[in-house]
T-cell receptor, first 114, second 114 residues
């Protein structure tokens, strides 16, 4: 199994809603990542978890709250988002967070905030 | 600080012709260089990487890239383009001098015309 699975594929939410994005991998990877990608732009790193501990938070607003319940799962909790938060949210994993590791990406959740 | 530049927003090539997608980088230490491809409504897929060793790196789907230290470049190449190669290509770099996260270029859209 070489897949990173993200659910839901599409999400529409209002600015007062609370929702969660989910990511799952069964490759035994110990590093997991959340990226945000706007249309026709490169992915921007949001968070990195290494061995289930948050190792990098790229100054992301607190309305985004990551969680890593176990080594296979990664969640992104959303609350009080703004329309400018609409984007493709990509989850990725790698064996470890090391310099030469390649990332495996999920297909993403396309988020629209109304 | 590390950075990566993809000078072309769009590259058009006829099917069967060779293709080149350009990438230059800037790092303080030694570069770890990657190419990823993104098809519409999908996450990124790893194509190839340069860590050390031979300057010519071969990757997936017949792609290769040449590391040129003096020109700080890592251009992606393929001898004969296919229509199915049409996608968004991202160059990325990680700097062993700062142990910072992977940084992506802005992306180059490749269109292969039949």
């Amino acid at each position: 199994d070489t897949e990173v699975t993200q659910t839901p594929k599409h999400l529409v939410m209002g600015m007062t809603n609370k929702k969660s994005l989910k990511c799952e991998q069964h490759m035994g990877h110990r590093a997991m990542y959340w990226y945000k990608q706007k249309a026709k732009k490169p992915p921007e790193l949001m968070f990195v978890y290494s061995y289930e501990k948050l190792s990098i938070n790229e100054s992301v607003p607190s309305r985004f709250s990551p969680e890593c319940p176990n080594s296979s799962l990664l969640n992104l909790h959303l609350h009080a988002l703004q329309p400018e938060d609409s984007a493709l949210y990509l989850c990725a994993s790698s064996q470890e967070d090391r310099l030469g590791e390649k990332l495996f990406f999920g297909s993403g959740t396309q988020l629209s905030v109304l | 600080a590390q950075s990566v530049a993809q000078p072309e927003d769009q590259v058009n090539v006829a099917e069967g012709n060779p293709l080149t997608v350009k990438c230059t980088y800037s790092v303080s230490g030694n570069p770890y260089l990657f190419w990823y491809v993104q098809y519409p409504n999908r996450g990124l897929q790893f194509l190839l990487k340069y860590i050390t060793g031979d300057n010519l790196v071969k990757g997936s789907y017949g792609f290769e890239a040449e590391f040129n230290k003096s020109q700080t470049s890592f251009h992606l190449k393929k001898p004969s383009a296919l229509v199915s190669d049409s996608a968004l290509y991202f160059c990325a770099v990680r700097d062993d001098g700062g142990n910072t996260p992977l940084v992506f270029g802005k992306g180059t859209r490749l269109s292969v015309i039949a």
